[in-house]
C-alpha cells in the first residue's frame, strides 16, 4: 500500500480529491495537521510517504514548502512523485491580467509561488505543477489544459476539475514532470 501525504491550507481541491482516493483500497491517505512552518512537524508525518500533494497558499507557499523540503531532506522518505498546485500566471503565461484572491502584493506573490517550484525542482524528486486558473465553486469536470511556455485565457477553473487532474497525475502517472495550466472546459464554440 502506497502512502499519500496531503500537505493542505483550506484548499477547496482537496475535498474533492479525498473523495476519488476513497475509492482505492491502494493508498492510504493521511492529511498533515502540523505547523506549516515547522520542518519537525513535517518530519514526523513523513516517514513511509510514497506520494505528496502540495496545496498551500496563496500566500507564504515559499516557506511552507521550504520547511516540508528541510525535512524531506532529513527524513528521506520513499517519495517517488509529487504534485503541486499553483497559480496561473506564475509563468507568464496569461494573456491577461489577473486579480488573485486573498493576494495584496501580485508581485511578491509570484516570485514566493516561483521559490516555491523552484524549491520542489531541486529536489530532484518527479513531480508536476498545476497552475490553476482562478478557482470557482462549480460542478464542471471537464477541463482544458495548457503547458508550460503555452499562453493560456484568464479564465476560472472548478476545484472538482482540479482534483481530477491531480488525481490522474498522482494515481494513474499521467503528465508526471509537467507544469501544466488547468482551465474550466469551453462549451463549443465558446471562445
Known sequence: MKKLLIINQNSPVVPPLNALLKQRSDISVEVYSGNLESASDYAQALPNTNLLFIAVGPNDADLYVEALFEAVDEVQPPISDIVMLSYAGVDDELSE???????????????QQRYAIKIVDESEIAYSIIRMGQL??????????????????????????????????????????HSIGIIDQTPMGGR
Do not use: C, R
Open 97 to 111: 491580467s489577473v486579480t488573485y484572491a486573498g493576494v495584496k502584493d501580485p508581485q511578491e506573490f509570484i516570485k
Open 136 to 177: 470557482k465553486d462549480q460542478q464542471a469536470s471537464d477541463y482544458e489544459l495548457f503547458n508550460e511556455g503555452t499562453p493560456m485565457p484568464a479564465k476560472t477553473v472548478s476545484p472538482k476539475a482540479v482534483a481530477k487532474l491531480a488525481y490522474e497525475m498522482l494515481i494513474k502517472q499521467k503528465l508526471m514532470n
